[in-house]
Each structure stands twice: as structure tokens, then as C-alpha cells.
Antibody
């Protein structure tokens, strides 16, 4: 059974870069699937951020693409999110997830979520 | 504003059958499969239904999913107190190079 756990700073200053890591256990990232991020601002619905496969294929949210990097580290079995030039509107609970992509893509496993607040 | 539309709340008494709807469009539900997730407070979302109507092992058969056109539904029969949770739908959307879209979530209360 795959398990995912987010980690990273809970507080980021405006204009700086938000960085989160997702540790994966119970499954080898290099074996397949896509690995992605979703966020939920306080009191709002879920928002797709993006995903990346171990081989480098990516699906990025068009609204975040210019600030977004998702990377995969197969040697350490983890993947990461970097979102630059953050503002208060980037405050959210950030979830990492595993996606199965066949004819379409669907999320089959989620992390617990990590709250990131953007504030000076 | 979520791309998929769900009622914000639903309720039922123990033993009742409750349905939760999820409405989308031709670029998401109309052409791709729907997943349903259950989220208890402070916990990770859990897959309840995948590929429109398939249950992962361990999910009781009280939970069922269906889809017609651009709408999907989650039905819970024999409602139990432990079913009180948030439920949300999700689907792949083919627009904008492809992305996952979500419903806003439905808070289910067991009276």
C-alpha cells in the first residue's frame, strides 16, 4: 500500500518560493504512475496544481505554469513542488498525490496534506 | 468556483439511502471517468469509487457510483454514523492540455 507524506515550511513570505516535498513509501516512483500536487485554500474547493511522471512527462495548471516546478527524485523516492513569487492567495493546504494515467488520469492515493501560509 | 458542481450538503438517518450528484461538461465527465473520494476531518482523502462505478477492495458495497452523460452520482445505502464525512467527485478534463477537475464537496450529516 503506497503512502505519501508532505513536508516543508508552514510559513512562507510573500514574493519568496514555496517548497514542499512528498516522501513516498510502499511503492517505487521509478516503477510508473504520475506524481502530483493539489491544493485547497481555506474555505474553498480543491485546485489542481500539476503532475509529473518519473520519465519527465508533465501536466501543469495553466494558471500556475509560469511559477511552477514539479520534480521527481527516483533515487530518494520522493517528489517536490516549487512555486515561486508567492502571494497570500497561495495560502492553502497542499496535498501530494499519485495518479494513474491510462486513457485519462485519476488520483488513487493522497497524502495527509500540509498547510502553507503566505505571510510576512 | 469548482468546475464540477455538487450540493454543499446532504443528510439522512441511519439505514436510509442517500445520493450525491456531480455535474460537469463534455470535456470532463462527458468523456472521462469519475472518481469519488471520502474525507474525514484531518485525514487524507480516500478513494471510494473509481472509473465511474468500481469499488477498491475494502470499500463496502453500500457505496455505489453511476454516470450518465455529463453527470455522475454517488449512492450510499444503509447509512451509518461513520459515513458522516465530506465527499467530493473528480474527473480528468481534456481542455487546457489536460488537468484534474474537482467538485466543491458535499458534507454528509447522519442525523
Amino acid at each position: 500500500q503506497v503512502q505519501l507524506q508532505e513536508s516543508g515550511p508552514g510559513l512562507v513570505k510573500p514574493s519568496e518560493t514555496l517548497s514542499l516535498t512528498c516522501d513516498v513509501s510502499g511503492y517505487s516512483i521509478s516503477s510508473g504512475y504520475f506524481w502530483g500536487w493539489i491544493r485547497q485554500p481555506p474555505g474553498q474547493g480543491l485546485e489542481w496544481i500539476g503532475s509529473r511522471s518519473h520519465s519527465g512527462s508533465i501536466y501543469y495548471s495553466p494558471s500556475l505554469r509560469s511559477r511552477l516546478t514539479i520534480s521527481v527524485d527516483t533515487s530518494r523516492n520522493k517528489f517536490s513542488l516549487r512555486l515561486s513569487s508567492v502571494t497570500a492567495s497561495d495560502t492553502a493546504v497542499y496535498y501530494c498525490a499519485r495518479l494513474y494515467c491510462g486513457a485519462d488520469c485519476s488520483i488513487d492515493s493522497w497524502g495527509q496534506g500540509a498547510l502553507v501560509t503566505v505571510s510576512s | 468556483q469548482s468546475v464540477l458542481t455538487q450540493p454543499p450538503s446532504a443528510s439522512g438517518t441511519p439505514g436510509q439511502r442517500v445520493t450525491i450528484s456531480c455535474s460537469g461538461s463534455s470535456s470532463n465527465i462527458g468523456s472521462n471517468t469519475v472518481n469519488w473520494y471520502q474525507q474525514l476531518p484531518g485525514t487524507a482523502p480516500k478513494v471510494l469509487i473509481y472509473s465511474d462505478n468500481q469499488r477498491p477492495s475494502g470499500v463496502p458495497d453500500r457505496f455505489s457510483g453511476s454516470k450518465s452523460g455529463t453527470s455522475a452520482s454517488l449512492a450510499i445505502s444503509g447509512l451509518q454514523s461513520e459515513d458522516e464525512a465530506d465527499y467530493f467527485c473528480a474527473a480528468w478534463d481534456d481542455s487546457l492540455n489536460g488537468h484534474v477537475v474537482f467538485g466543491g464537496g458535499t458534507k454528509l450529516t447522519v442525523l
